[in-house]
């Protein structure tokens, strides 16, 4: 195959696997709909310029953090808190960059679903999990607000 066809083949392949992380994301449950087949549940992204920041949620709002990682190094992201029950990861996931070549670097997105009602620190640790704590090299914290869901009135 020519090189050229070559680098072609490989950005769409890129490109179908971003498109299919943000679908895994986004992906619906069946119990995140009311009665008339909407959804509850509302997807919000944050990423490194958000670090420090405040967010609100809804119980079954899923927030997704998309931060730079290089997994060739052996560093990566993973939860080091969420202090408390309220926030579950749902998925956590690897996503190269356009034309991500072996070694080369993208971001890791991890998505959390509010579960529960409460104030939680979501922090997060991009650390060599086989070198413990004093491997840790980047941190990002934010607040995040969860309320309780109100039902939409009927018209």
Known sequence: MPLARLRVAAAV???TLAVSALLAVTHIAPADLDASGATEGVLKALTRADAGSRIDL???DVVAVRLAENPGTGF???TESTSG???RLVESEYLPAA???VGGSGERSL???AVATGNVELRL???REWEGDTSIVDRFAATV???RRTPQKKQ
Do not use: Q, T
């Open 125 to 127: 640790k991009l650390w």
């Open 145 to 147: 607000r969860i309320v």
């Open 58 to 60: 809804r119980v079954g």
């Open 99 to 101: 034309g991500g070549r």
């Open 76 to 78: 990566g992201w993973s």
């Open 13 to 15: 392949g890129v490109g």
């Open 85 to 87: 029950d309220a926030l």
């Open 111 to 113: 998505s959390f679903r």
